[in-house]
C-alpha cells in the first residue's frame, strides 16, 4: 500500500477515535441521578490565589447513591469548595458541617430525564458529525493523491468502513447513556 495512503487512513482512524473519546468524556459529565466522584471532576477551587481542580485539595467520595463527600485537605479550604461547587453550575447545593462537605444528589424528575437524554442524543450526533466530517477530510485529500482509480476507491471504502464503525460506536455509546439516565 502507498505509504501515503496508509498515512491518510492511520490518521483518519485517529481523528475517528478521538471524535469517541470526546462523547464519552461528554457523556460522563452527563448526570444520570446516582452520586458519583466524577460529577465533581470540573470544579475548580481558588487554592491561595491559583485555580486549582477540586481533587487536588480534597478527597472526593460517595457515602451512597444520593450523596457525595468532600473532605479537605485544610479546613479552611471549605468555604472555597462550597463556592467552587456553586460556580461550576452543577444544580448541587453543598452543606458543609464544619470538617467536610456534603452533597446531596437529588432524584432526577422524568422530565429531567429526558431532557438529559436529549443531551446524549446531542452529544452523539455532535461525534458522528465529527466522523463524517473526518471521512469527507480523508476523501478529499485521497483524490489529490496520484494513485490509480482501483487503489483511490479501494481506499474509499476502507474509510467508509471506518465511518461506519466508528458511528456505531457513538451510537452504543448513547444507547448505554439513554438506559442509565432513564433507570429509576
Known amino acids: 500500500m ?16 478521538s471524535a469517541i473519546t470526546h462523547l464519552e468524556q461528554a ?23 491559583t485555580s486549582t481542580p ?13 450523596t457525595i463527600t468532600v473532605q479537605p485537605w ?7 469548595i462550597e463556592k467552587g461547587i456553586m460556580v461550576a453550575n452543577l444544580g448541587l447545593n453543598p452543606m ?26 446531542s452529544e452523539a450526533e455532535d461525534a458522528k458529525i465529527s466522523i463524517r466530517n473526518d471521512r469527507k477530510e480523508a476523501n478529499t485529500e485521497l483524490k489529490n493523491l496520484d494513485i490509480s482509480e482501483d487503489l483511490l476507491k479501494n481506499a474509499e471504502i476502507d474509510i467508509q468502513e471506518l465511518t461506519n464503525k466508528f458511528s ?14 432513564m433507570k429509576v
Open 74 to 80: 485544610e479546613k479552611s479550604l471549605i468555604p472555597e
Open 96 to 121: 458543609n458541617n464544619g470538617e467536610s462537605v456534603i452533597i446531596n444528589v437529588p432524584i432526577l424528575t422524568e422530565e429531567r430525564r429526558i431532557e438529559l437524554s436529549k443531551q446524549a442524543k
Open 168 to 181: 456505531v460506536i457513538a451510537d452504543e455509546h448513547y444507547a448505554i447513556k439513554e438506559i442509565e439516565i
Open 2 to 17: 502507498n505509504e501515503e495512503l496508509k498515512f491518510i487512513i492511520d490518521s483518519t482512524k485517529e481523528q475517528m477515535q
Open 54 to 66: 477540586l481533587t487536588q485539595v480534597a478527597n472526593v467520595n460517595t457515602l451512597d447513591a444520593h
Open 27 to 49: 457523556l460522563t459529565n452527563i448526570r444520570a441521578g446516582k452520586a458519583s466522584p466524577m460529577m465533581l471532576k470540573n470544579v475548580k477551587v481558588d487554592y491561595y490565589g
